[in-house]
């Protein structure tokens, strides 16, 4: 169509608008019904699909045989999708390995506890502090505290000072878990003086920051990691993880739609001109 009903505005930037949120480049255009339609179904669709994948099944990874091809499909949702693309492009590999410890780590600490002796099996939950130091041979040590906790049995709640707690295994920095798992070893005071101190294992997590979890690369490579990020995805939700990928890619779609919609704006019926008066009959 030469001529449009409707005031686009400047076409370019409401496609670049649509693209960076669906239904924002009609919005910018007055386009309010339309817009609002583009926002609540695209995005609902996208973070249908995520939660779905438990928010696993929007990544990147660009590398000679790991690449996810899916992603170019996802990536047109806009900014819901561009973390994956920073993630991938950002974060240090050291992040991405695990027993990696270069940065204190303060936090809120939820878990379980086994002990060696006295058949303590309970629920753990107290305030972790672990701050890298050097150890043998200059490598980091993986020991700190975990303080201010509580013990809960089926019986009784302890309070208990851990001024010994070594990390065996530490999951990476950045994952696409909002929990970063441990598990350990220590060594606790009770506040029971009939127990005293004990020994036991640990195995718990605290809780990553949105920035190291969401769009975080799904390693697949057994030598990094056993299992995989990947096998632990496709274990933990089954078939919801292909049903996630599904419905994120399928937003990418609608929202090319759109970002077209916002350029070109509404297709139009083409207008015929009036009919022509027939002559009228000659008299015979």
Excluded at 86 to 111: M, W
Excluded at 134 to 160: C, H, I, P
Aim: glycine share 10%; aromatic share 12%.
């Amino acid at each position: 169509m030469s001529t449009t009903k409707i005031n686009l505005k400047n076409p370019y930037f409401a496609a670049f608008l649509a693209y960076l949120v669906p239904g924002l480049g009609h919005f910018y255009q007055g386009r309010i019904f339309k817009g609002t339609l583009y926002f609540v179904c695209i995005l609902g669709t996208f973070f249908f699909g995520m939660h779905l994948g438990d928010g696993k099944v929007v990544y990147a990874d660009w590398r000679e045989g790991k690449r996810t091809w899916v992603y170019i499909g996802q990536f047109p949702v806009g900014l819901p999708a561009l973390p994956a693309l920073a993630q991938s492009k950002l974060r240090s590999n050291q992040a991405l390995l695990p027993n990696k410890f270069e940065s204190p780590l303060v936090g809120g600490f939820r878990g379980r506890f086994e002990s060696d002796a006295h058949g303590i099996q309970a629920d753990i939950v107290g305030q972790i502090d672990l701050q890298p130091a050097a150890g043998d041979f200059g490598q980091r040590s993986l020991k700190g505290n975990l303080v201010a906790g509580l013990l809960t049995t089926n019986a009784e709640s302890l309070r208990f000072d851990a001024d010994d707690f070594e990390i065996q295994e530490l999951d990476p920095q950045v994952a696409p878990d909002s929990r970063r798992w441990m598990t350990g070893r220590m060594s606790a005071v009770l506040d029971n003086p009939k127990t005293g101190r004990v020994n036991g294992r640990v195995s718990g997590y605290v809780l990553r920051s949105v920035f190291d979890s969401y769009g975080a690369p799904l390693l697949d490579e057994s030598e990094i990691r056993r299992p995989t990020d990947l096998d632990r995805a496709h274990d933990q939700l089954g078939g919801r993880f292909e049903l996630g990928v599904v419905f994120t890619f399928i937003a990418g779609l609608l929202n090319v739609l759109a970002i077209y919609d916002a350029f070109q704006g509404p297709a139009y019926e083409d207008q015929e001109p009036p009919d022509t008066p027939r002559p009228a009959a000659q008299a015979t």
